[in-house]
């Protein structure tokens, strides 16, 4: 090959079918269905996962906030020594509550009955009514 045989790359158009001349009766497009038609614009494959999201923002996670285990005062003092620690892993072990899907919950003591003894409170909230029921007997 020499330089004056090369010649530039021919760019090749879309065959536009369908407007008469030499192509036949049906122009290279085959008889009848969707694909003869006119104006044949299918649905992308993707329109139809992309309606099946929600419009709204945050539809992947849950709304609801975990929900809290109440325990109330008369329990714990039957299950407690004075002194000793409450918090959600001495429940657990003591078995007044459970785990939750494999989880330890959140605690909330609640002011049912009364407390006769001194114990140390962590990790657990605690109502306003069972904080001064514990001030009391410090």
């Known amino acids: 090959m020499q330089i004056h045989e090369i010649q530039p790359k021919a760019r090749s158009t879309r065959k536009r079918v369908g407007r008469g001349g030499k192509r036949g009766t049906y122009s290279g ?6 694909l003869s038609r006119s104006g044949n614009n299918r649905e992308p494959i993707i ?10 923002r945050g539809y992947r996670f849950n709304p609801k906030q975990a929900v809290a285990t109440s325990v109330t005062l008369e329990v714990i003092d039957k299950n407690f020594k004075a002194g000793e620690v409450v918090n959600p892993r001495t429940l657990i072990e003591k078995k007044v509550i ?19 003894k001194k114990l140390v409170f962590e990790g657990c909230k605690l109502s306003k009514q069972t904080e001064e029921k514990i001030n009391k007997i410090k």
Request: aromatic share 2%.
């Open 29 to 34: 497009k085959g008889m009848k269905g969707q």
């Open 47 to 56: 329109r139809s996962l992309v309606k099946r999201y929600h419009k709204l």
């Open 98 to 116: 459970s785990k939750m899907k494999n989880r330890i919950p959140i605690v909330k003591i609640l002011s049912n009955g009364e407390l006769t």
